[in-house]
């Protein structure tokens, strides 16, 4: 399956069932995750604005059935499957794709079918996206702008992504396992932190 796997400049790029992954190096310590579905990427940063000046040290190797890009402190590894699991400096697991299905015999078999990236198609072509990631229960997740349910933790909160009256949505939070996550693009949607999956 390596042919799946591409280097594209300092980014790595995987493409299969009309699904396009791009991973790249943002800054120092910290990586880009774009996917596209039966199109290609649109050139633009959204909040991001520029690409800083000093892009870190980026590292990529592709093996048979995965491929790895590291940037600084932080690594992700990409299964031929298309499963992503970021890392931290010291090799510990910091976040990770959540899946449920019958593709895997070995690890996460199971009849519900659930996809870690799951593309719905909308009119006119485009397509809704959710992204769900492995939850640490013990984890405690701190950011996402002001809200009116008065925690600060946001661990078991399902927060709707908009601006209201009383409410600033700025959808970044920093995690007490020591790393940052922006969900990097202009939409109305929400997020779930819940104890068994980050919706």
Known sequence: MAHVFVREGDALVRQLYGEKLRIEPWGKNSLRVRAAKLADFIDQNWALDTLP???????????EDRAIIRNGKISASVL??????????????ILQEY??????????????????????????????????????????????????????????????????????????????????????????GWVSFAKNIYV
Not at 80 to 93: A, H, P, W
């Open 99 to 188: 899946v449920r299905n019958r593709n895997d015999l070995e690890k996460y078999c199971s009849p519900l079918g659930i996809a870690a990236r799951e593309w719905k198609a909308q009119t006119a072509g485009d397509y809704a996206l959710t992204v769900r990631f492995e939850s640490d229960p013990n984890e405690k997740i701190f950011g996402m702008g002001q809200y009116q349910h008065g925690y600060l933790n946001q661990k078991n909160c399902r927060l709707t992504l908009e601006q209201r009256n009383t409410q600033v949505t700025v959808p970044f939070y920093l995690s007490d396992k020591g790393y940052g996550f922006l969900w990097n693009n202009p939409a109305v």
């Open 80 to 93: 031929s499957d298309g499963l992503i699991t970021f890392y931290n400096q010291k090799n510990e697991v």
């Open 53 to 63: 000046e000093d892009s870190g040290d980026c590292q990529i190797s592709i093996e």
